[in-house]
């Protein structure tokens, strides 16, 4: 009848929790003894409920009584079968109080909830940094193992993440298909890279978040931060092979050893649209083109 009237008679005298039976009242109580009276007689574990224990023996014997009626799929626990329903029904029963997102899963609620409080409960044990997802805690730990899982069918080249946005598996391969996803909303450029397009997309902004120390010039790359730092300082990390002449910048259309290595390659990748002649240096083609169209050299 109690569990009609509500009635609850058996309290916890350890966190006053209210019972209506007292055999669930017993049971409440190993959560705070600790008591596991029910052992695996397979492997020895033990569970503070018959029913776990129950449960737990389907992992030995691959009983799986529960199944879904669309697909027919089974599960040996109840509550793996409740969700698994929910990928045919699209029934999303846990919202979040603070933006009202929904989800299917608990677990992703409790996820999602750190988005809110920047609660980053995994941490990396060689240099602390904290991570709000273990699966990211697990792809930082390759960087100090130097663990590269993934590798490329095509190139055979290795990586540590599967589907990072800039560093990943996935993104190297589209140097393979050619795909650019990412779309510039403003002039419909595309994109191989998510972090080029929010790059570019300060070609439209003006955007220049990086900036110098000395004189507070600003650039819109981080790699234009550092070229021009090396204007100051004077130094010259990259050496070509051929005749070990120094340069500061790796790729710079018109200074950089790339655009060097042409002298030694006999690469001329600019051709003039009019009359096809090419160059090795786009600065160089640009000039050659006023003799096409009358325009002067800006003194």
Request: net charge positive; hydrophobic share 15%; proline share 4%.
């Amino acid at each position: 009848m109690r569990t009609h009237t509500g009635e609850k008679p058996y309290m916890c005298e350890k966190c006053s929790r209210q019972f209506s039976q007292l055999g669930n009242l017993k049971t409440h109580m190993r959560t705070h003894t600790g008591e596991k009276p029910y052992r695996c007689e397979d492997c020895s574990k033990q569970f503070s409920e018959i029913g776990h224990l129950k449960t737990h023996m389907r992992t030995h014997t691959g009983e799986k009584p529960y199944r879904c009626e669309e697909c027919s799929r089974q599960f040996s626990i109840l509550s793996n079968l409740e969700k698994h329903v929910r990928t045919h029904t699209g029934e999303k029963p846990y919202s979040c109080g603070e933006c009202s997102k929904q989800f299917s899963q608990l677990g992703n609620l409790k996820t999602h909830m750190r988005t809110h409080t920047d609660e980053k409960p995994y941490r990396c044990e060689e240099c602390s940094k904290q991570f709000s997802l273990f699966q990211h805690l697990k792809r930082h730990r390759w960087t100090h193992t130097g663990e590269k899982p993934y590798r490329c069918e095509e190139c055979s080249k290795p990586f540590s993440e599967l589907g990072a946005l800039n560093c990943g598996l996935k993104t190297h391969m589209r140097t393979h298909t050619g795909e650019k996803p990412y779309m510039c909303e403003k002039c419909s450029r595309q994109f191989s890279q998510l972090g080029n397009l929010k790059t570019h997309m300060r070609t439209h902004t003006g955007e220049k978040p990086y900036r110098c120390e000395d004189c507070s010039k600003q650039f819109s790359e981080i790699g234009h931060l550092k070229t021009y730092m090396r204007t100051k300082t004077g130094e010259k990390p990259y050496r070509c092979e051929e005749c070990s002449k120094p340069f500061s910048e790796l790729g710079a259309l018109n200074c950089g050893l790339k655009t060097h290595m042409r002298t030694h390659t006999g690469e001329k990748p600019y051709k003039c649209e009019e009359c096809s002649r090419q160059f090795c240096e786009l600065s160089n083609m640009k000039r050659h083109m006023r003799t096409h169209t009358g325009e002067k050299s800006k003194v």
